[in-house]
C-alpha cells in the first residue's frame, strides 16, 4: 500500500501563495491517478487537481489558471502550486493516490494539510 505525507500548508493572505507537497512511500511512475482534493468545514471533500494515466492534468474550474499541479518523479512527490489565493480555497487539502495492485484498485489518502486564506 503507498502512504502519502502531505506538506506546505498554512496561513496566507487573499492574493498570497502556498505550495503543497505530497510525498509517497513508493515510485509514483506506475500509480494511475494522483493529485489533490480538499474539503471546507461543512462542504464535501472536491477535486482540487490530479494527474491522471498518460500523463494529463484535470483542475477544478474554480482554481484553472491559479493552481498548478507537478510532479518529481525522482522524488516520489507531487506539488501544488496554488497562486492566487482566494478565502473561498480554506480547506484541508488531501493527496490521494489511486493504483493497481495485480487486478484490485486502490486508493490512499495523506492525512491533510489545512490551507487557511484571510480576507
Known amino acids: 500500500q503507498v502512504q502519502l505525507v502531505e506538506s506546505g500548508g498554512g496561513l496566507v493572505q487573499a492574493g498570497g501563495s502556498l505550495r503543497l507537497s505530497c510525498a509517497a512511500s513508493r515510485s509514483i511512475v506506475e500509480i494511475n491517478a494522483m493529485g489533490w482534493y480538499r474539503q471546507a468545514p461543512g462542504k464535501q471533500r472536491e477535486l482540487v487537481a490530479v494527474f491522471i494515466s498518460g500523463g494529463s492534468r484535470n483542475y477544478a474550474d474554480s482554481v484553472k489558471g491559479r493552481f498548478t499541479i507537478s510532479r518529481d518523479n525522482a522524488k516520489n512527490t507531487v506539488y501544488l502550486q496554488m497562486n492566487s489565493l482566494k478565502p473561498a480555497d480554506t480547506a484541508v487539502y488531501y493527496c490521494?493516490?489511486?493504483?493497481?495492485?495485480?487486478?484490485?484498485?486502490?486508493?490512499?489518502w495523506g492525512q491533510g494539510t489545512q490551507v487557511t486564506v484571510s480576507s
Open positions: 490521494n493516490a489511486g493504483y493497481y495492485s495485480g487486478s484490485i484498485y486502490y486508493t490512499s
